[in-house]
């Protein structure tokens, strides 16, 4: 399939930048699992952030987007990062959209989740990990996916109010009614991570993987000791940058 030329412009508004045409491709991409056992869900080692995936609307729309979504797939890339805070929604709504034109197209991607930032009408940013927030957000994001699951669930960033034990409960009934396969971390610190890991043991579950800022430009996860816990602990880093 030769995506049209919206959807390989769009590749330059994606967090990882793919090659412009699709006769160009970035090579093996390796599979990586993020969660252990048989069972455990394998995805791309590279992923593609759907941070400006609303600006699309105005360049091509949802077939836009499904072709860059299969400009991924080519490039054996499959793990699709998304939050609701990403356009306020729009992102995922437009998703959701690409979906729908292309029959079996999700289930070629695993959809990692992030919510819990917070934007009310008046200008003040806060975080919400509630079970009532958290709750919600999943059925607004199945609703705008399309879709029945989502594979990895993540808080964006740490309430500073955070209740682990709630949090790992109403974790837990979301795994219980398939809604989420995997749960994660955004931007924790590490007194945070373990303090949620903690919480969730008690409910039989684990933290799948950790997304954290690290790259060239800013490597101080690899000095301050945040992927060391997470080697320690057995948590997969999933890093943006």
């Given at each position: ?42 995805t ?29 797939l080519?490039?054996?890339i499959t ?30 991607f ?41 594979d990895?669930l ?21 795994k ?8 994660g ?29 690290c ?27």
């Amino acid at each position: 399939m030769k995506p049209s030329a919206a959807g390989t412009a769009a590749v330059a508004t994606a967090l990882l930048f793919l090659a412009a045409v699709p006769q160009v491709v970035l090579g093996d991409v390796k599979r990586i699992k993020l969660a252990p056992g048989p069972a455990g869900m394998e995805t791309s080692q590279m992923g593609l952030g759907a941070l400006h995936f609303a600006e699309l609307k105005e360049n091509g729309g949802a077939a836009a987007l499904k072709d860059l979504l299969n400009v991924a797939l080519q490039n054996n890339i499959t793990l699709l990062d998304l939050a609701d805070i990403y356009a306020y929604n729009t992102s995922a709504e437009l998703v959701g959209q690409a979906f729908a034109l292309q029959p079996g197209l999700r289930e070629n991607f695993q959809i990692v989740y992030k919510t819990g930032i917070v934007f009310p009408d008046a200008p003040v940013q806060y975080l919400d990990n509630g079970a009532q927030y958290m709750t919600n957000a999943v059925d607004i994001a199945l609703t705008q996916l399309g879709t029945t699951y989502i594979d990895v669930l993540m808080p964006h960033a740490p309430d500073p109010l955070l209740d682990a034990t709630e949090l790992a409960t109403v974790f837990k009934k979301l795994k219980t009614d398939n809604k989420v396969r995997y749960f994660g971390v955004s931007n924790f610190p590490p007194s945070k991570l373990a303090l949620l890991q903690s919480a969730m043991e008690k409910q039989q579950l684990s933290l799948t993987t950790a997304e954290l800022e690290c790259s060239v430009l800013t490597p101080t996860a690899l000095y301050d000791g945040r992927l060391d816990q997470l080697q320690e602990l057995g948590i997969a880093p999933l890093a943006w940058g």
